[in-house]
């Protein structure tokens, strides 16, 4: 048996590691290939095996360095991390498959720096998940930002280099100038940013400063995307499919509600929030947010924009759960995490699949693709639905337990923004499914093209079962949730 | 037997050499002898630490004349530090310094290059070392004099201008410096910094001693280029030799704003009344304000130099800040950014070098593919320029940290701000290179440009200890923030 500090050494290192590797066989692209995907298996198993110990009921840690007194790199692994890492590392198997097949389909230059900075981005991922304390988890926040940056720029035109600054300008100052501050504020106050349970704050504090710090980290942790700190998700867009894919609807995205979500749990503590909190304006901010992306995303024409909106908008479902406070609501926000991440993923591979495809990418282009493009389409109907909440998929589990969250504490705001948004949402998906399946061709001709490369389809059939395998079975999941609603009372 | 005279040994070294190389006359001969001399006097600042760790404060009598007749040179934890840093800096620096000085100066001029170097190394240390009021100022007057002529020995004929200008500025300076010293021996009767500070308590509300420091506060503004009085820097950093730029920005105004903490802390003493609030709040206006408007006008640079010069008068504000919070915690913030500005300016103003030497030119708009050519060079810079802005993992973090943190404990919100907003603009000047070196195409940059097709591989091995000493110390900053903490701690509790 492997100790838990190598394992998790290794869950960090495995994917820096390949870089070098990836790097050496440059110019041999099917061995540089074979060494993502050896790697993310390799990843996968590391990180299965520290489930079983967490779902064991342990809390594997590891202290690294100490760079500043009383401040080191410390890994912890709790419940929510490892729920989070388990997405990542699973995923990233998944999409080095697609991206396999969009970055040779699209014949796009550069991939060995494509495969380098996605292997770096999703170490700083493991690193999120794993972190024992704010500043750890600060570290490897900004390490994703600057990671995923060549990743926004792959193009390298001029539009790809604006959508670059807005992506860094909006999530470099986000968090140098919010999110930093607060983090020292904490340590001034509380004397450490151990993730603890029960939270590290008290009451004595002031109830302004508990409120100020809240919306300091609302808005600093600017991958969350809460409006107005979204803009750089659509920016995000211009990067090849894969990289919105897993970054921007999984990976980057998550780590800022999943940074959130543990910051309110172990920093905070719920109970110490609901105490203080008079009015909630954090559940307001993310019910207006949920909304105004709705829209938005009912209006785009652009599928991958109208996707992004989407992703907005799904995010604040989990700032929305965890604001409510309740025991079953966080629940609900770390579940939706799980099951947007499988749902988004899907239906981002689906656009980038038909892009490879037809070089299509506006929704109005898209009728009757069903029949060209079964597979696809297919996928593309199963994570619509789990993105409305329909049973039986994933969406559907998520959904049920927020709800359940915001009527135990009867927030009638909540239960009618996710009404009214569970209806947007059908509003922007369920015509684009119509298209495809049932309406004729514009021009009347035979669609020309058929199924994306095989690898494209391999992956997103495969997000797409799990969508509706998780609904199934959800067991290990709660597993993990229950162990975190375990710690929080 | 040598060990007891270490202290002198600091400054004369330095100084006998620069007549050496005078006689050598040979460039090659001179940067050998400057190299070793750096190093010696860079081994006996770290004798000279393990010493003061060791032992506490040194007392030295030069010539065996003991104070209050003759001049006293002093060493505690806060000269040790700043000894390690102008040495170091200058040490590595040298090292390097040969093949970009042959580039930019003239062959026949090499050897008065060096000699100005030693002289300016000399004044230097000896601000550092002595204990001695007037005696600081004579050291101070070496070290600039030797400077202007740093400054001037370049083949672009601007530096003659920024010299001069940087001369006429220096000498008010200076001689604010004089002024004040002179008025603070007419009501002591000493010049001994330990006696005057002793003596200052009776008298210390008196209108000589107002005037004295205020006196000395522009002077030594105007030395250290503080914010409004750093009109002379932009031009000497911009037209001067790269590698004098990078000395200049890497140990000059650093000792300055030593001798403005020592000035507060060992002569006037900080808990006298009028240091406290008009002064406090005064230097920091001047900080906040030299932290924004050096951001801001570094942004709207092409000139690589001359943005990484806008950009020292800001991290000066920061320094400034620290020291202006007059608590433990600030001074301490304060003394860590001295250290660690030192590394993170010397690495960007190094690769700047490098930049010249390959392709002679340090406009943003023709380096613009940079990265494609010099890929190593450029990810110097890019570590470099992540640690001013402060990101995580490299010095410039600790430093950022610890002013916040500072900040916050004495509850100024609005330094907080006014940090993390020029972190901000920190990131659009870095980015601006960055972007341009990295993502535009060579077509309109560096492929018009005629490249060097010399190495400079000593150069190359100077900037690469300065890099990985930007990520060493923002890993384990033990060895500064111990050593910054342990100074303002006994300034605020006693030695």
Same mark, same amino acid.
């Given at each position: 048996?492997?100790?838990?500090?190598?394992?998790?050494?290794?869950?960090?290192?495995?994917?820096?590691?390949?870089?070098?590797?990836?790097?050496?066989?440059?110019?041999?692209?099917?061995?540089?290939?074979?060494?993502?995907?050896?790697?993310?298996?390799?990843?996968?198993?590391?990180?299965?095996?520290?489930?079983?110990?967490?779902?064991?009921?342990?809390?594997?840690?590891?202290?690294?360095?100490?760079?500043?007194?009383?401040?080191?790199?410390?890994?912890?692994?709790?419940?929510?991390?490892?729920?989070?890492?388990?997405?990542?590392?699973?995923?990233?198997?998944?999409?080095?498959?697609?991206?396999?097949?969009?970055?040779?389909?699209?014949?796009?230059?550069?991939?060995?720096?494509?495969?380098?900075?996605?292997?770096?981005?999703?170490?700083?991922?493991?690193?999120?998940?794993?972190?024992?304390?704010?500043?750890?988890?600060?570290?490897?926040?900004?390490?994703?930002?600057?990671?995923?940056?060549?990743?926004?720029?792959?193009?390298?035109?001029?539009?790809?280099?604006?959508?670059?600054?807005?992506?860094?300008?909006?999530?470099?100052?986000?968090?140098?100038?919010?999110?930093?501050?607060?983090?020292?504020?904490?340590?001034?106050?509380?004397?450490?940013?151990?993730?603890?349970?029960?939270?590290?704050?008290?009451?004595?504090?002031?109830?302004?400063?508990?409120?100020?710090?809240?919306?300091?980290?609302?808005?600093?942790?600017?991958?969350?995307?809460?409006?107005?700190?979204?803009?750089?998700?659509?920016?995000?867009?211009?990067?090849?499919?894969?990289?919105?894919?897993?970054?921007?609807?999984?990976?980057?995205?998550?780590?800022?509600?999943?940074?959130?979500?543990?910051?309110?749990?172990?920093?905070?503590?719920?109970?110490?929030?609901?105490?203080?909190?008079?009015?909630?304006?954090?559940?307001?901010?993310?019910?207006?947010?949920?909304?105004?992306?709705?829209?938005?995303?009912?209006?785009?024409?652009?599928?991958?924009?109208?996707?992004?909106?989407?992703?907005?908008?799904?995010?604040?479902?989990?700032?929305?759960?965890?604001?409510?406070?309740?025991?079953?609501?966080?629940?609900?926000?770390?579940?939706?995490?799980?099951?947007?991440?499988?749902?988004?993923?899907?239906?981002? !591979? *689906?656009? #980038?699949? @038909?892009?490879?495809? =037809?070089?299509?990418?506006?929704?109005?282009? /898209?009728?009757? %693709?069903?029949? $060209?493009?079964?597979?696809?389409?297919?996928?593309?109907?199963?994570?619509?639905?789990?993105?409305?909440?329909?049973?039986?998929?994933?969406?559907?589990?998520?959904?049920?337990?927020?709800?359940?969250?915001?009527?135990?504490?009867?927030?009638? !705001? *909540?239960? #009618?923004? @996710?009404?009214?948004? =569970?209806?947007?949402?059908?509003?922007?998906? /369920?015509?684009? %499914?119509?298209? $495809?399946?049932?309406?004729?061709?514009?021009?009347?001709?035979?669609?020309?093209?058929?199924?994306?490369?095989?690898?494209?389809?391999?992956?997103?059939?495969?997000?797409?079962?799990?969508?509706?395998?998780?609904?199934?079975?959800?067991?290990?999941?709660?597993?993990?949730?229950?162990?975190?609603?375990?710690?929080?009372? | 037997?040598?060990?007891?005279?270490?202290?002198?040994?600091?400054?004369?070294?330095?100084?006998?050499?620069?007549?050496?190389?005078?006689?050598?006359?040979?460039?090659?001969?001179?940067?050998?002898?400057?190299?070793?001399?750096?190093?010696?006097?860079?081994?006996?600042?770290?004798?000279?630490?393990?010493?003061?760790?060791?032992?506490?404060?040194?007392?030295?009598?030069?010539?065996?004349?003991?104070?209050?007749?003759?001049?006293?040179?002093?060493?505690?934890?806060?000269?040790?530090?700043?000894?390690?840093?102008?040495?170091?800096?200058?040490?590595?620096?040298?090292?390097?310094?040969?093949?970009?000085?042959?580039?930019?100066?003239?062959?026949?001029?090499?050897?008065?290059?060096?000699?100005?170097?030693?002289?300016?190394?000399?004044?230097?240390?000896?601000?550092?070392?002595?204990?001695?009021?007037?005696?600081?100022?004579?050291?101070?007057?070496?070290?600039?004099?030797?400077?202007?002529?740093?400054?001037?020995?370049?083949?672009?004929?601007?530096?003659?201008?920024?010299?001069?200008?940087?001369?006429?500025?220096?000498?008010?300076?200076?001689?604010?410096?004089?002024?004040?010293?002179?008025?603070?021996?007419?009501?002591?009767?000493?010049?001994?910094?330990?006696?005057?500070?002793?003596?200052?308590?009776?008298?210390?509300?008196?209108?000589?001693?107002?005037?004295?420091?205020?006196?000395?506060?522009?002077?030594?503004?105007?030395?250290?280029?503080?914010?409004?009085?750093?009109?002379?820097?932009?031009?000497?950093?911009?037209?001067?030799?790269?590698?004098?730029?990078?000395?200049?920005?890497?140990?000059?105004?650093?000792?300055?704003?030593?001798?403005?903490?020592?000035?507060?802390?060992?002569?006037?003493?900080?808990?006298?009344?009028?240091?406290?609030?008009?002064?406090?709040?005064?230097?920091?206006?001047?900080?906040?304000?030299?932290?924004?408007?050096?951001?801001?006008?570094?942004?709207?640079?092409?000139?690589?130099?001359?943005?990484?010069?806008?950009?020292?008068?800001?991290?000066?504000?920061?320094?400034?800040?620290?020291?202006?919070?007059?608590?433990?915690?600030?001074?301490?913030?304060?003394?860590?950014?001295?250290?660690?500005?030192?590394?993170?300016?010397?690495?960007?103003?190094?690769?700047?070098?490098?930049?010249?030497?390959?392709?002679?030119?340090?406009?943003?708009?023709?380096?613009?593919?940079?990265?494609?050519?010099?890929?190593?060079?450029?990810?110097?810079?890019?570590?470099?320029?992540?640690?001013?802005?402060?990101?995580?993992?490299?010095?410039?973090?600790?430093?950022?940290?610890?002013?916040?943190?500072?900040?916050?404990?004495?509850?100024?919100?609005?330094?907080?701000?006014?940090?993390?907003?020029?972190?901000?603009?920190?990131?659009?000047?870095?980015?601006?290179?960055?972007?341009?070196?990295?993502?535009?195409?060579?077509?309109?940059?560096?492929?018009?440009?005629?490249?060097?097709?010399?190495?400079?591989?000593?150069?190359?091995?100077?900037?690469?200890?300065?890099?990985?000493?930007?990520?060493?110390?923002?890993?384990?900053?033990?060895?500064?923030?111990?050593?910054?903490?342990?100074?303002?701690?006994?300034?605020?509790?006693?030695?």
């Amino acid at each position: 048996m492997m100790s838990d500090q190598l394992l998790i050494v290794l869950a960090i290192c495995l994917p820096v590691v390949a870089t070098v590797f990836i790097a050496v066989t440059h110019n041999y692209t099917n061995v540089r290939e074979t060494v993502t995907l050896f790697s993310a298996v390799c990843l996968i198993i590391v990180v299965y095996s520290l489930l079983q110990r967490v779902l064991a009921g342990e809390q594997p840690q590891l202290h690294l360095l100490e760079f500043l007194p009383g401040l080191s790199l410390h890994f912890k692994i709790e419940p929510l991390g490892m729920l989070f890492a388990c997405i990542a590392s699973f995923l990233w198997l998944i999409n080095s498959i697609y991206s396999i097949g969009y970055m040779r389909g699209n014949k796009e230059k550069h991939q060995t720096r494509f495969y380098i900075y996605f292997a770096i981005a999703i170490a700083s991922t493991i690193g999120i998940a794993f972190s024992a304390n704010l500043i750890t988890l600060f570290v490897f926040y900004e390490v994703l930002t600057l990671s995923t940056y060549p990743l926004v720029t792959h193009k390298g035109s001029e539009d790809a280099m604006r959508a670059g600054r807005v992506y860094l300008g909006i999530l470099l100052s986000t968090s140098i100038c919010l999110f930093l501050p607060a983090i020292i504020w904490i340590n001034v106050l509380a004397g450490t940013t151990e993730f603890t349970n029960g939270g590290i704050l008290t009451n004595d504090i002031g109830h302004g400063v508990i409120l100020i710090l809240l919306m300091l980290f609302a808005y600093g942790i600017g991958k969350a995307a809460l409006m107005p700190m979204h803009r750089w998700l659509p920016a995000a867009m211009v990067a090849p499919t894969p990289v919105s894919a897993l970054l921007h609807a999984v990976a980057v995205v998550k780590a800022g509600v999943f940074s959130i979500v543990k910051i309110v749990i172990y920093i905070f503590s719920p109970a110490l929030l609901s105490d203080v909190i008079e009015i909630n304006i954090l559940l307001y901010l993310a019910g207006l947010t949920i909304i105004v992306a709705s829209v938005i995303a009912l209006q785009a024409d652009n599928l991958k924009r109208r996707l992004a909106y989407s992703t907005i908008s799904q995010l604040s479902y989990v700032v929305l759960a965890t604001a409510l406070l309740a025991p079953i609501s966080i629940m609900g926000a770390a579940l939706h995490i799980l099951a947007h991440a499988f749902g988004k993923i899907t239906l981002f !591979f *689906a656009a #980038g699949s @038909i892009y490879t495809a =037809t070089k299509k990418t506006s929704v109005s282009e /898209l009728d009757g %693709i069903g029949k $060209a493009m079964p597979w696809t389409m297919g996928a593309f109907a199963i994570a619509s639905l789990s993105m409305i909440g329909v049973p039986p998929t994933a969406g559907f589990l998520s959904k049920w337990y927020i709800l359940q969250g915001a009527f135990s504490v009867e927030s009638w !705001f *909540a239960v #009618g923004v @996710i009404i009214i948004s =569970t209806l947007l949402n059908a509003g922007y998906f /369920l015509p684009i %499914i119509y298209a $495809a399946f049932l309406k004729k061709p514009v021009d009347g001709k035979e669609l020309s093209y058929n199924e994306a490369p095989l690898p494209i389809v391999l992956a997103l059939t495969l997000t797409a079962a799990i969508t509706i395998l998780l609904f199934l079975f959800p067991e290990t999941p709660l597993q993990l949730l229950n162990l975190l609603v375990g710690n929080m009372s | 037997m040598i060990s007891s005279h270490l202290p002198v040994l600091q400054v004369i070294i330095p100084l006998i050499a620069a007549p050496i190389c005078v006689i050598l006359r040979q460039g090659l001969l001179a940067w050998i002898l400057t190299t070793l001399v750096c190093l010696i006097s860079l081994i006996i600042s770290c004798v000279l630490f393990n010493q003061v760790l060791d032992e506490g404060v040194i007392s030295y009598a030069l010539g065996g004349w003991f104070s209050p007749w003759g001049i006293e040179y002093r060493l505690d934890k806060l000269t040790i530090f700043m000894l390690l840093i102008i040495n170091g800096v200058a040490t590595i620096v040298l090292l390097g310094a040969k093949e970009s000085v042959a580039d930019e100066i003239s062959s026949d001029r090499l050897y008065l290059f060096y000699t100005a170097f030693l002289l300016n190394l000399t004044g230097l240390l000896g601000v550092i070392v002595t204990g001695d009021a007037f005696n600081l100022f004579v050291f101070i007057e070496i070290a600039s004099l030797s400077s202007y002529a740093m400054i001037s020995i370049g083949r672009d004929r601007r530096c003659l201008y920024a010299a001069f200008k940087y001369l006429i500025f220096g000498t008010v300076g200076a001689s604010f410096i004089l002024i004040s010293v002179g008025l603070l021996y007419d009501v002591t009767g000493t010049l001994n910094m330990a006696d005057i500070f002793q003596r200052l308590p009776d008298i210390e509300n008196t209108k000589t001693v107002t005037t004295a420091l205020i006196f000395f506060v522009v002077g030594i503004g105007i030395k250290a280029a503080i914010f409004p009085l750093h009109l002379w820097l932009p031009d000497a950093y911009n037209y001067s030799p790269s590698i004098v730029s990078t000395f200049l920005a890497g140990t000059t105004t650093k000792v300055f704003i030593y001798v403005l903490i020592r000035f507060i802390y060992s002569i006037f003493g900080h808990e006298t009344v009028f240091i406290q609030e008009a002064f406090n709040n005064l230097l920091m206006i001047l900080a906040c304000a030299g932290i924004l408007y050096g951001s801001y006008l570094a942004i709207k640079q092409d000139s690589l130099k001359r943005l990484l010069a806008y950009s020292s008068i800001a991290q000066l504000g920061y320094m400034l800040l620290g020291i202006s919070l007059a608590t433990e915690a600030g001074l301490a913030a304060g003394l860590i950014h001295v250290f660690n500005h030192a590394i993170i300016k010397v690495t960007l103003f190094l690769s700047v070098v490098c930049i010249i030497f390959y392709t002679r030119t340090d406009s943003i708009s023709q380096l613009s593919g940079l990265a494609k050519t010099t890929p190593l060079l450029m990810v110097s810079f890019l570590v470099a320029g992540l640690s001013l802005i402060g990101v995580p993992m490299t010095a410039g973090f600790i430093s950022k940290w610890y002013l916040i943190k500072a900040s916050f404990e004495s509850g100024y919100w609005g330094l907080v701000l006014v940090i993390v907003f020029s972190s901000l603009l920190a990131i659009v000047y870095i980015w601006k290179f960055v972007e341009a070196a990295y993502f535009k195409s060579p077509e309109n940059g560096v492929s018009k440009l005629e490249l060097n097709k010399e190495r400079p591989y000593l150069l190359s091995f100077s900037l690469f200890i300065f890099v990985i000493a930007n990520i060493y110390f923002g890993i384990d900053s033990s060895l500064n923030v111990d050593m910054a903490n342990s100074i303002a701690h006994d300034f605020y509790h006693g030695f």
